[in-house]
């Protein structure tokens, strides 16, 4: 389905819009070479208003349970397509946005009014999507919540509309998931987490955020209310009947004969809708970001355009970013960027200005080659365009403060354990189609080999051999992102040993000092991070207990094909 394999010569760009100092090391790869694969209707951008989720408030009672319902439904994407049969929460892409209270636990119910047939084709030779399998099965996981590991959506606790549930009974939950909301203000987002079809399911529509605030974030005078705006990004094939599309592969592997190594659609979606327009007022608006894409990474930059998004120059004479958040809450100070760089599942809390841009338009585009960073699939550009035309409707009293919060680094010791952990990939030797991912060169099914004390801090360096760039997600924790380090990658294929070719890199520049789940590991290069396994606070657990978690790359077509592994947290 997908070209692959070609080796990586260029420069890797980050959010700053800088260069990373060295190109990746080489490597003898073969290619594929499919064709790209394009929707069935062409579509005019910008035509269609940004829809907003409906909100949903925790009260803060205590005992509190909200029910959220996985319904299939129809819902227009394009002015010009017919309504699109999908699946969501309560009903809608994306599902409500969930707003819970710091230090205020919250229960949600996740039911199943799904058909028993699915959307989408599976491949029944994925491990956990054997055909034995109901077709139609979730779990619903939230993305960077710190909870106990019954709650966190584990991939085989799945269930469905009929009452089946997953292989392992101890972890199939049947209460509502509780959520301690011990942590600070932040952006998270659920989606559906079943091993083996996760990729399928997302893709439905099964995602939507979860925000969580608090006091010191009131306190900061943030833009608010219809002036703070979730946009989730992801990008979708159409038929011309309006139908989602999501290819089988051609020419495939014989392991896997429908699965495709990543997926990349030709239209941009934000909030369920095909490149739609904002209409703002001239002052400040906050906007809560999240790749919610099965593979695309976004390299975003706002561009001066027309009232049709056609770009008038390249001008930098526009609002800059400021990034004052990323995945686990605010940074300590904003960060004033010109381009965003955000992989799957990545998170960016951003302000823009528009101020004194009375009657102008921006585009907002994308040009991050897919995949990442080699190209070789249709590169979806138009995102969304925010025309200055509403009037002022009051004075805009917020602010952009010159401190947020304040930031605690974990600081490693001579004391910290560092486990070195292999990020690989098997290719067909034909033409270097890939035919499975691992990491820590093992399979879902084999035993676990990260075993963190609770309460212990470790440093986990990713070593990528592969030519992919990988969004790494580790369940439970925040880390904080170390250095990324070059090394040859042929000495350590032929010899197993570790043999650096430049000096350790700083993180990125909104990366540090920050909060982070995600992570974007470079070919070539081993990125290290470090984090503390604590616990939710309050959790009822004894000596010796083994708390099961995972973690797993979130290109959702390499995370369903082994691309994860289980870890157990040991009290």
Not at 186 to 195: F, G, M, P, V
Not at 237 to 260: A, Q
Not at 436 to 460: F, M, Q, V, Y
Request: net charge negative; glycine share 8%; charged share 20%.
């Amino acid at each position: 389905m997908l070209s692959r394999r070609r080796l990586l010569q260029r420069g890797l760009t980050t959010a700053a819009g800088l260069t990373l100092s060295r190109t990746v090391p080489a490597m003898q790869q073969a290619m594929a070479s499919p064709a790209q694969v394009r929707s069935g209707a062409r579509l005019i951008p910008y035509v269609d208003p940004l829809p907003v989720p409906p909100v949903i408030r925790a009260t803060g009672r205590p005992g509190e349970v909200i029910n959220l319902e996985m319904r299939q439904f129809q819902q227009k994407v394009h002015r010009d397509l017919p309504p699109t049969t999908l699946w969501g929460y309560n009903g809608s892409w994306p599902g409500p946005t969930i707003e819970a209270q710091s230090g205020q636990p919250l229960s949600i119910n996740w039911v199943s009014k799904l058909p028993t047939t699915h959307l989408l084709p599976i491949d029944h030779s994925i491990h956990g999507a054997e055909s034995s399998l109901p077709a139609v099965r979730n779990v619903a996981h939230v993305h960077g919540a710190c909870t106990m590991p019954d709650d966190d959506g584990y991939p085989e606790a799945w269930f469905t509309e009929q009452g089946g549930h997953g292989p392992r009974g101890s972890k199939f939950n049947p209460r509502p998931s509780s959520y301690p909301n011990c942590q600070p203000s932040t952006s998270l987002w659920y989606h559906d987490h079943c091993l083996g079809i996760t990729r399928l399911n997302v893709y439905t529509g099964l995602a939507g955020f979860y925000l969580i605030r608090d006091e010191a974030e009131r306190a900061l005078n943030l833009p608010q209310g219809e002036f703070e705006i979730p946009l989730m990004l992801q990008d979708r094939l159409f038929h011309r009947d309006g139908s989602l599309y999501y290819p089988k592969v051609v020419n495939g592997p014989k392991e896997h004969p429908i699965w495709i190594q990543e997926f990349y659609g030709d239209y941009n979606c934000v909030n369920g809708k095909v490149s739609p327009f904002l209409e703002v007022e001239p002052r400040k608006y906050r906007f809560r970001i999240v790749n919610a894409a099965n593979a695309r990474f976004y390299h975003l930059r706002l561009f001066i355009s027309d009232a049709t998004g056609k770009i008038q120059n390249d001008s930098f004479d526009v609002p800059s970013f400021q990034q004052i958040g990323t995945d686990g809450g605010l940074l300590p100070s904003p960060l004033e960027i010109r381009y965003l760089l955000i992989g799957p599942a990545e998170r960016f809390d951003i302000i823009v200005d528009f101020s004194g841009c009375e009657g102008k338009s921006f585009s907002l585009v994308n040009d991050a080659p897919a995949p990442y960073t080699m190209g070789g699939q249709y590169l979806a550009e138009d995102v969304m365009l925010f025309k200055v035309t509403k009037p002022l409707s009051g004075k805009d009293t917020s602010v952009v403060p010159e401190a947020l919060v304040p930031f605690e680094p974990l600081v490693p010791t001579y004391a910290t354990r560092e486990r070195l952990l292999l990020v690989s990939e098997k290719e067909r030797p034909s033409d270097g189609y890939v035919i499975t991912g691992l990491l820590g060169n093992a399979r879902w099914h084999e035993p676990i080999t990260e075993d963190p004390k609770a309460g212990s801090t470790e440093i986990w360096s990713f070593v990528n051999i592969t030519g992919d760039v990988h969004p790494l997600h580790v369940h439970l924790v925040q880390f904080q992102v170390l250095n990324r380090q070059t090394f040859d990658v042929q000495t350590y294929q032929q010899t197993g040993k570790l043999v650096f070719t430049g000096k350790p890199m700083a993180p990125e520049s909104n990366e540090r000092p920050a909060h982070k789940d995600t992570i974007k590991s470079y070919p070539g290069y081993v990125t290290r991070v470090v984090m503390r396994f604590d616990l939710p606070h309050g959790a009822q657990v004894a000596p010796g207990d083994e708390l099961l978690y995972v973690w797993h790359c979130h290109i959702l077509e390499h995370e369903d094909n082994e691309m994860m592994r289980p870890y157990k947290v040991v009290v």
